[in-house]
């Protein structure tokens, strides 16, 4: 161990200082194979196993046995194809193993065994790299990555890395590129990292093959810069306690496949983490994502609980979720002052295949830690391209859903709430229950003889005769719903609708993210659709705070609440914008003794709370008025028993 360290500490010395050279000197230009200083591509096979067709630009290795030698491949300006046969063992303590350049394909159906690297096993910096066949098994306890490379493509085959079983030896990261796309074969990484498992700087894609992480990493089984898409295939997650979200990523998009997760719970801190944060967008319009929570294994009595799903937009149109916690926990958390949520921002949920309960219903593809390690430590490959996810999916929800709702809602629905909701609520709902359900349910879904006539007939038409059919529903998150946007929390205090007629209302709640120094409320925030007024800040919203310098209070704002602001240790100066406030708190600003400044523009305030602004020992305090109200308003402070201040 302490020779390996050694090793690498003099590459990087002489890396830094210009006066390192590679091994073997590789052209941009033509293809070469070098092999302990040999140029395979001359025709000089005399390491055996090796052999090079120059016609069709393939090299074949057939049960080659390397120990403590480098194999350096640059494809030139062409693209050159690995056929491995047979067990290959690359066994090499130096820097890297295997080194790569221009375009290189793996195929065949054989082994390529590479380990113990001390910074890669293969080094494909300077290369995009396909694997279209073969199982590629990577073993180093590197420092920097067991594979690292531009572009990864999984055709078919195997990638396989075993990291450090070794608690005080974890590896880095076992995969790191650009973008990675998946459409078939296996991604199967086993031990510890402390890392992400795989990192890519682009974008990651799936289309199909399986991808599994077991044992433990740091940070996340995915972080991506750009956008994780899962078009099909099946992602196995929940084997691998990650420390931090399973997937971080710029944006997060699901058509099809399956993502199975399991959210741990943090050794140290206590914490909960999100199966999947973003900081765009995530979107959900097909597929199945399965989210497990393990109970609680740590004694802290508080601890943080992120939202499983995070993201500063979250759309939620078609697909299955299903959220499974345990009652242990659920019961503690519901005990306890710990806020918890499935999805951040909030979003409404009716009438899709969500479940949120103590297991997972039609849990049929979960798969044991044992069965995940049995998959990925034999030689056998998916390369079905996902057919069994979008075949059980499909099948199961389709003709489940199909059946039990076409029969029972067509009939029931079509007959009952065609009749009853179009006429008993005709008028008051008369639009919205007797035109939907009467039309939807009744000619949809038909009713119990096989004909839609009464529920068309007495639904929509009695429906909207003796209803308003055009009354407009508030379809957005119902009032009390919390959620997180950009850096605050928020609060419904009344629902709004998606098509903008009804502008709903919110409480800001607090700071979601602590270290900003300016407090700066919005007017107006609009989430999935519906467009919110930001009409107050809830008691105790931002008190303690030790690093916010100034606060600015958006035009919306008709009261603060108590509490709201007291105790900041550094704000200075407060601005509030609002025309329409109405009233302040009581102890709203109490014990803010470095508050110099407020400025209030409302002509509205008819109220201020005992001991708003009382600062104990603090700096005189100037409030900027209304002109026309500061004789008024000078009263109001002086009853609320405000200290050393003057109205200007």
């Known amino acids: 161990m302490k020779g390996r360290i050694i090793s690498v500490l003099m590459t990087l010395a002489l890396i830094v200082s210009g006066l390192y ?6 052209s941009a230009a033509e293809i070469s194979v070098m092999y302990d200083g040999v ?90 790299v396909t694997l279209d066949g073969a199982i590629i098994s990577l073993e180093g306890k590197t420092s920097t990555a067991n594979l ?55 974008d990651v894609t799936f289309k199909g093959g399986r ?89 802290l009595e508080w601890f943080e609980f992120s939202a499983t799903f995070k993201g500063e937009v979250l759309v939620y149109d078609d697909g299955t979720i299903n959220v499974a916690m345990p009652d242990e926990l659920k019961n503690y958390l519901d005990e306890k002052p710990i806020s918890y949520a499935i999805f951040e921002p909030a979003i409404d949920t009716t009438g899709k295949d969500f479940t949120f309960g103590n297991e997972i219903p039609n849990d049929d593809k979960k798969k044991t830690d044992e069965e995940l ?25 389709g003709g489940d859903n199909g059946g039990d709702n076409g029969g029972d809602n067509g009939g029931d629905n079509g007959g009952d709430n065609g009749g009853d909701n179009g006429g008993d609520n005709g008028g008051d709902n008369g639009g919205d229950n007797g035109g939907d359900n009467g039309g939807d349910n009744g000619g949809n879904n038909n009713d119990n ?80 659709g519906v467009k919110y007024k930001v009409t107050s800040v809830k008691n105790k919203a931002f008190k303690g705070n030790k690093k916010v310098k ?15 602001f007291a105790g900041m240790k550094k704000v200075k100066q407060v601005s509030i914008n609002s025309k329409v406030l109405k009233t302040i708190g009581k102890r709203a600003f109490f014990g803010d003794k470095k508050l110099k400044k407020v400025i209030i523009k409302s002509t509205k305030l008819k109220k201020v709370g005992k001991k708003a602004f009382y600062r104990k020992g603090g700096k005189k305090l100037t409030i900027r008025v209304p002109k026309a109200k500061k004789k008024k308003y000078k009263k109001l402070f002086k009853k609320a028993k405000t200290n050393k201040f003057a109205i200007k």
């Not at 100034?550 to 709201?564: D, E, Q, R």
């Open 373 to 397: 390690i049995d998959d990925g430590e034999s030689n056998t490959t998916t390369d079905d391209n996902g057919g069994d996810n979008g075949g059980d999916n499909g099948g199961d929800n």
């Open 550 to 564: 100034k606060i600015y209070v958006g035009k919306n704002i008709k009261s603060i609440g108590a509490n709201a």
């Open 21 to 26: 050279v590679s091994d073997t000197k590789v």
């Open 39 to 128: 140029d395979l591509c001359d025709g000089n096979s005399t390491a055996g196993g090796f052999s090079y067709d120059a016609e069709t630009k393939t090299l074949t290795i057939n049960n080659v046995n390397s120990e403590n030698k480098e194999l350096v491949i640059n494809s030139g300006d062409d693209v050159l194809t690995v056929e491995v046969k047979g067990e290959n063992t690359f066994d090499n303590s130096s820097y890297r193993c295997i080194g790569l350049y221009g375009n290189v394909i793996f195929a065949g159906d054989g082994v390529l065994t590479v380990k113990n690297g001390s910074s890669w096993d293969i080094d494909a910096r300077e290369a995009n």
């Open 211 to 299: 991808f599994t992480v077991v044992g433990e990493s740091i940070d996340h089984a995915i972080d991506c810069a750009g956008t994780v898409t899962v078009d099909g295939g099946d992602l196995y997650l929940a084997g691998q306690k990650n420390y931090q979200s399973s997937i971080y990523a710029g944006s997060f998009v699901i058509n099809d496949g399956y993502v199975d997760m399991m959210v741990y719970q943090h050794p140290n801190n206590g914490n909960y983490s999100s199966a999947i944060e973003v900081t765009d967008t995530i979107t959900i319009n097909g597929g199945r994502i399965v989210v497990r929570y393990q109970d609680r294994t740590s004694t």
């Open 148 to 202: 690292e490379t531009k572009d990864l493509t999984i055709k078919s085959g195997k990638v396989r890395v075993k990291g450090s079983e070794n608690e005080d030896e974890w590896s880095v990261k076992a995969i790191k590129c650009e973008d990675l796309l998946v459409e078939g074969g296996d991604i199967y990484t086993n031990g510890s990292f402390n890392s992400s498992t795989i990192t890519a700087s682009g």
């Open 449 to 528: 003889d096989g004909t839609n006539t009464d529920g068309n007939t007495d639904g929509k038409t009695d429906g909207n005769a003796d209803g308003k059919s055009d009354v407009t529903k508030a379809d957005g998150p119902k009032v009390g719903t919390k959620f997180a946007y950009k850096k605050y929390f928020y609060e419904v205090t009344k629902a709004g609708s998606t098509d903008g007629s009804i502008v709903g209302q919110l409480a800001v709640t607090g700071l979601r993210k602590k270290s900003i120094t300016t407090i700066k409320i919005a007017a107006i925030v609009k989430l999935n």
